[in-house]
């Protein structure tokens, strides 16, 4: 219902020579809906477009809620029986209103204008390309064959041209329509629950709730070389804490290396900042980083030489009052012998 009250406006035509440079830059910031992650420059638009080397369609795109300009672009040649698509593009502000099945459907109808039987699409798997897959795969290839560095897609000109982009675009893939898992593609597993919509409108809708929420997300202790060591003191559950916080992991041993936890250096400052806050105690920044442990941080507060010396605290701040105590005490002893004289 939504899309077919957009009011949404298309046009698919040939580029002017003053829509090159647009072009170029679609092939350089387009990451999600871009099928071949092809970069090209202005000049080598125009050097593929006015040698006739390929042809190319821009895609305009406006609907009741604003102008989106030049969104889209399809640079393709062809050979005796497909349309090759070399270069498919559409900008993420434009997903998602049946804008990529309208040019699909474009793509049918010019190749049926040439006599040609079917519309190739070579896809290029990149990091962030995988809605422009998820698209191929769901609008229903005749055929897809794996050239190793890249997959080509082989639809069927005329089912292209006649299909329905309302339905095509709202229509769910069936879970073995889904794109099939590689080496290069990490597969996100579908939630089971249904998105908490409520939740995130009331509880979830402001920055302290969210990041409360966050907090409370935790991973287990990744398996490390080193083995686990138990917490021993209050002030080492204390640090630990504030480190399963930070890090988002339950389950840190007293001698895990913070490095080998996965944590970073501005983790490290966070932690560095939640100590003085919660625990109360402060120390350099430069100090922390080679304090590598919980353990190792515990102990620059409350060193074993302060137990065994009787201070009451073990804290940094008596150590130092006591050496500022003694200090005092020998030069008092420089001092006396010479006033005696």
Request: overall charge neutral.
């Amino acid at each position: 219902g939504f899309l077919e009250r957009l009011d949404l406006r298309i046009a698919i035509a040939e580029p002017a020579e003053s829509q090159y440079a647009r072009i170029a830059q679609l092939t350089q910031r387009t990451n999600q809906f871009n099928a071949s992650g092809i970069r090209r420059s202005m000049e080598q638009v125009a050097g593929l477009l006015l040698s006739g080397k390929r042809e190319a369609r821009v895609v305009e795109v406006s609907d009741r809620f604003g102008d989106y300009g030049l969104v889209g672009a399809v640079l393709f040649t062809s050979d005796a029986e497909a349309l090759l698509v070399e270069t498919l593009l559409l900008s993420c502000r434009a997903l998602g209103r049946s804008v990529e099945q309208r040019i699909a459907i474009h793509l049918g109808e010019a190749a049926l204008q040439r006599g040609l039987h079917f519309v190739d699409i070579a896809y290029i798997e990149t990091p962030r390309n995988l809605p422009v897959r998820q698209f191929l795969e769901h609008t229903d290839a005749a055929s897809r064959h794996d050239h190793g560095d890249h997959m080509i897609y082989r639809f069927d000109a005329r089912r292209l041209s006649q299909m329905d982009p309302i339905a095509s675009a709202t229509a769910a893939p069936a879970d073995d329509e889904a794109p099939a898992a590689s080496t290069r593609t990490a597969r996100i597993a579908p939630s089971t629950d249904a998105t908490p919509w409520l939740r995130i409108a009331t509880e979830w809708s402001d920055m302290h709730a969210l990041a409360e929420r966050l907090n409370r997300i935790r991973h287990q202790r990744p398996d490390l070389q080193t083995p686990f060591a138990p917490l021993q003191t209050p002030l080492e559950r204390q640090i630990a804490e504030i480190w399963e916080t930070v890090l988002g992991l339950d389950g840190i041993g007293a001698t895990d290396g913070f490095a080998e936890l996965g944590g970073s250096s501005l983790q490290l400052v966070q932690i560095h900042a939640r100590i003085q806050q919660h625990i109360g105690r402060s120390l350099p920044l430069t100090q922390l980083f080679a304090l590598p442990t919980v353990r190792a941080q515990a102990g620059f507060f409350s060193p074993p030489a302060a137990a065994a010396s009787g201070t009451p605290s073990g804290t940094l701040s008596s150590i130092q009052e006591r050496a500022q105590r003694q200090k005092a005490a020998m030069n008092r002893h420089k001092i006396l012998p010479h006033r005696q004289k």
